[in-house]
Structure formats: C-alpha cells, structure tokens
C-alpha cells in the first residue's frame, strides 16, 4: 500500500513527541511528524493496533486531540482531527520548594539507612 500523504501547500514538518491514549488507559508513545489544518501524520510502533478513534496528547503542551485514522502504514498513522481541547495549565512549583521537598526526602530516607543499617 502506498503511503498518503498530507495536502503538500498545508503540511508542517515538526517532531512533536506524544503519546495515544487507548480503551485500557495506558498512554503508548509515538511522534507527530507532519500536520496540516485538519489532520497529522503519526509515527507509532508496528505492532500498536490503533482503533479507528483515539486520543492524542502532545508532550509538553496543553493539548488533546480526537482523532479518526484514515489511513495506516508499517510504522505511520494519517488521522484527521476532529476534536481539540487544552488542557488546564498546572500550578507552577518554585525551585525553592522542589529543592527543599526533595532535600527533607533525601535527609529521611538516609536518616532511615543510618538506624536500620541498610543502605541497598
């Protein structure tokens, strides 16, 4: 089968890491590699079985995507978009506090070592 190809005046190249959201809730990775105003082109592993819709979430960015695949190849995926949604932005954490909750665990978990003797 040959491989479709995205509209050539609308397609964007871009290396988008992301991952598919299935029925059984386990994200399974893959790369957006091309898309254009309706649709994108999906690099997935060849023995992912895709059903004819599914959720997409970009990596890194606030957005979902509901998809139907078009077309299907060895390692590739065309899927038309036909919902969107952002997700809601997650409060940031000041360094000041990812240091000090990572230092008071790292302080106890030793602490823990030194008293049982098991430092493995």
Not at 78 to 82: D, I, K, Q, R
């Given at each position: 089968m040959s491989e479709l190809q995205l509209p050539r005046d609308e397609k964007t190249e871009i290396s988008w890491i992301a991952v598919i959201r299935l029925a059984d809730g386990i994200?399974?990775?893959c790369t957006v590699t091309d898309v254009s105003s309706s649709a994108m082109k999906i690099r997935v592993q060849n023995e992912l079985d895709l059903p004819d819709i599914f959720v997409?979430?970009?990596v890194g960015r606030s957005?979902?995507?509901q998809v139907r695949k078009v077309w299907r190849g060895e390692h590739s995926v065309?899927?038309?978009?036909?919902k969107i949604a952002k997700l809601p932005s997650q409060p940031a954490v000041s360094t000041?506090?990812?240091s000090a909750v990572h230092d008071d665990d790292r302080r106890t978990r030793l602490d823990t070592r030194r008293r049982t003797g098991s430092f493995s």
């Open positions: 994200d399974r990775p997409l979430k970009i957005l979902i995507f065309v899927a038309v978009v036909e000041e506090t990812k």
